[in-house]
């Protein structure tokens, strides 16, 4: 069984540009989350999917922003980079039956010089 | 505010010298409390979900326990291979998959 993957793995951007960021949860698999991990803060909530309708959304500026679609990949965006935004950004699926067992991708590692 | 802590946040050990991970929590109506193992560069992954205080769940040399207040990851005769950041979460109000982590304790095991 396929796990998480999500694409790119690396990528450096500048600031003030955007970035799109790709997930492709398990098959089976209707809910995404996204989680933002880095050094200082660790894993934070970005927002969760369900049938492509956001459920649950974190604490972060309205530059971040996902979508997901009907096959369940799931995409998220973050415009007007700032350095800040460097960071490790976790997809993970689940089955809705089974509540917090996250199935995690491994992560793209977004840099922003 | 729901908050997750765990200590410590480094913890060396030798092969075969067993020890535990604490995690502490202060959530309202806890819904479940989850362990989570991540090795360097990749995602974590999932260990133990525990509901109630009093349980506790075994995978291999690992062992989760909970009590109302807190839950701790016993490791026994731990490998070179346990070496990783172990996690821990609770889900927060407004939706069982918005989990709040703690910052992890990093394991190292010395062979």
């Known amino acids: 069984k396929a796990g998480v993957t999500q694409t790119p793995r690396y990528l450096i951007k500048t600031r003030g540009q955007q970035v799109t960021l790709s997930c492709s949860p398990i098959?089976?698999?209707?809910?995404v989350s996204w989680y933002q991990q880095t050094p200082g803060q660790g894993l934070q909530f970005l927002f969760e999917y369900f049938s492509e309708t956001q459920r649950n959304k974190g604490n972060f500026p309205g530059r971040f922003s996902g979508r997901q679609f009907s096959n369940s990949r799931s995409e998220m965006n973050v415009s007007t980079l700032e350095l800040g935004d460097s960071a490790l950004y976790l997809c993970?699926?689940?089955?809705?039956?089974?509540?917090?067992?996250?199935?995690f991708g491994e992560g793209s590692r977004l840099t922003v010089l | 505010e729901d908050q997750v802590t765990q200590s410590p946040e480094a913890l060396r050990l030798q092969e075969g010298e067993s020890s535990s991970l604490n995690c502490s929590y202060t959530?309202?109506?806890?819904?479940?409390l989850f362990w989570y193992r991540q090795d360097p560069g990749k995602g974590p992954e999932f260990l133990f979900t525990?509901?109630?205080a009093g349980e506790e769940k075994e995978k291999e040399r690992l062992k989760a326990t909970l009590t109302k207040k807190e839950s701790f990851l016993h490791i026994t005769a731990p490998k070179p291979e346990d070496s990783a950041t172990y996690l821990c979460?609770?889900?927060?109000?407004?939706?069982?998959?918005?989990?709040?982590f703690g910052k992890g304790t990093k394991l190292t095991v010395n062979p």
């Open positions: 959530v309202s109506g806890l819904r479940g």
């Open positions: 525990l509901y109630s």
């Open positions: 979460a609770v889900p927060v109000q407004g939706g069982s998959e918005k989990l709040v």
């Open positions: 993970a699926s689940s089955l809705d039956r089974l509540p917090g067992e996250l199935f």
């Open positions: 098959s089976g698999h209707r809910s």
